[in-house]
């Protein structure tokens, strides 16, 4: 009988192939307190990214390749451990909050907010900790969206604010500070000023993943959260259409410019699916999405359906991934989130937190 040594579960592992990165586990250093008594194996697969769905056919996966290499009893724990990554040059990540990801457009009507909440909730849903800030100072839609209208965050100080909860998500907007009918008639200083109030002054808890739903366009808010919020990456939302390709390729150059990555480009409404017959369409036309990916060497995260189940759900205040969490689009907005995630993941960790602190005084 062969006697299994260390190497030999190691040769077995790399052929275990993550769905996600494409890479196996040993190249991605995600092989953790490797034992071996006897024939009896143990071992940890520790994620960079939140993958809860998959833990399960990840620990047959490296069972089944453990156990073809000659291992005995085999003991596999799999977990995500998400550290902050790095963000612009002389920008620190923010307190409490590990990771910051913009999602964008060009233009408003492509379905931005609905796709913002449902990537929060979808990141959420695979296990890690998720606030959602709603950026839109004119026009916040998030408090609707998560079945908050009217209620009031609290303030246990008088200074900072507490983030509301829903399904699993800490979140901000200043739709909660103000009457649903109030109008914002402020000038950009003002809105700006109101942004980094909500951003800064709210108590987020432990979060791996601040999701930003930013306003449309290309304007005060975009530029002061590209230049004065640390942030991680941006996600660009379109349709497949001409004039909405447009306007997100100006996001995605704006985003450019002032040094934040482009993790991908989500593609909104890329079908029409019959609420009767079932009837798929491209009413909207089709590949917009993947040209615009290939012509700026950026991933398509994923295309989604325009059908009625996604507007009646987001409108009732319970989104589609906390509406349906094992129906098909969910299945589809989860694919993006640990797409995203992974993005996230690749990038280089962000150190500064463990640093020591000099400082000078007096004696």
């Known amino acids: ?101 913009a999602v964008a457009s060009g233009k408003g009507g492509v379905g931005k907010s609905t796709t913002a909440v449902n990537l929060a909730l979808a990141l959420a849903a695979e296990g890690a900790r998720v606030g959602l800030l709603d950026a839109d100072i004119y026009g916040p839609s998030q408090p609707l969206m998560l079945g908050l209208q009217g209620s009031k965050p609290e303030s246990p100080d008088g200074k900072s604010i507490l983030p509301m909860r829903a399904h699993g998500l800490q979140a901000m907007s200043i739709g909660f500070l103000i009457d649903a009918e109030q109008p914002m008639v402020w000038r950009g200083p003002m809105v700006v000023q109101a942004l980094m109030q909500l951003l800064n002054d709210t108590r987020w808890d432990d979060l791996d993943y601040l ?78 999405g993947a040209r615009m990916a290939g012509e700026y060497g950026v991933e398509l995260l994923g295309q989604l359906p325009l059908e009625m189940a996604i507007r009646l759900s987001t409108d009732a205040g319970k989104p589609t991934v906390a509406a349906e969490p094992h129906g098909a689009t969910a299945a589809i907005y989860q694919a993006i989130a640990r797409k995203v995630a992974v993005r996230v993941g690749e990038r280089a960790k962000d150190f500064s937190a463990r640093m020591p602190k000099i400082v000078i005084q007096n004696t």
């Open 1 to 101: 009988m062969t006697m299994i040594t260390e190497a030999t579960l190691l040769d077995a592992l790399k052929t275990c192939i993550d769905s996600d990165t494409g890479r196996d586990y040993v190249t991605m250093k995600a092989v953790r307190d490797l034992k071996l008594d006897g024939a009896s194996v143990s071992l940890t697969i520790c994620l960079p990214y939140p993958a809860l769905s998959r833990h399960a056919a990840i620990a047959s996966q490296v069972e089944a390749a453990l156990r073809a290499a000659g291992a005995g009893a085999v003991a596999v724990r799999v977990e995500s451990r998400i550290e902050a990554h790095t963000v612009q040059r002389g920008l620190t990540p923010l307190p409490g909050v590990k990771n910051i990801i």
């Open 211 to 288: 999701v930003i739903d930013l306003p449309p366009g290309t304007g005060d808010i975009q530029l002061t959260l590209s230049q004065k919020v640390p942030v991680t990456g941006a996600v660009i939302v379109t349709t497949p259409q001409d004039i909405a390709l447009l306007d997100a390729r100006k996001g995605l150059k704006m985003f450019e410019k002032v040094g934040v990555p482009v993790i991908g480009v989500v593609e909104n409404m890329a079908t029409h699916v019959c609420s009767n017959c079932g009837h798929i369409e491209p009413i909207f036309g089709e590949g917009g």
